[in-house]
Nanobody, 123 residues
């Protein structure tokens, strides 16, 4: 079992920045791809970004490309999502996820989910 705990969400004005963190515990392994999804009210959960186990491969949704950066520190079992130039449409609950690889992550075939952290961007 892997437990994922997100932190770093909050309220920010449009154009601002936030950094989300996801701490993993339990049977962790750097071989897991890690990722972020988000779900806005009344909408389906959507893929945001993923990073491979070694951190050498990343993918982003088109809607966040160039504004968000995913990274990981395997020594700390933590993955980060740096979010810059935030827009009101980025408002959502952000979920951390672990999956076998970046391919399965992008298909939302997730092995473990965190409980989510709220991000609210005001206009």
């Amino acid at each position: 079992q892997v437990q994922l705990v997100e932190s770093g969400g909050g309220l920010v004005q449009a154009g601002g920045s936030l950094r989300l963190s996801c701490a993993a515990s339990g049977r962790t392994s750097s071989s897991y791809a890690m990722g972020w999804f988000r779900q806005a009210p009344g909408k389906e959960r959507e893929f945001v970004s993923t990073i491979s186990g070694g951190g050498d491969t990343t993918y982003y949704a088109d809607s966040v490309k160039g504004r968000f950066t995913i990274s990981r520190d395997n020594d700390k079992n933590t993955v980060y999502l740096q979010m810059n130039s935030l827009k009101p449409e980025d408002t959502a609950v952000y979920y951390c996820a672990a999956s076998l690889n970046t391919g399965t992550m992008r298909r939302m075939r997730v092995n473990y989910w965190g409980r989510g952290t709220q991000v609210t961007v005001s206009s």
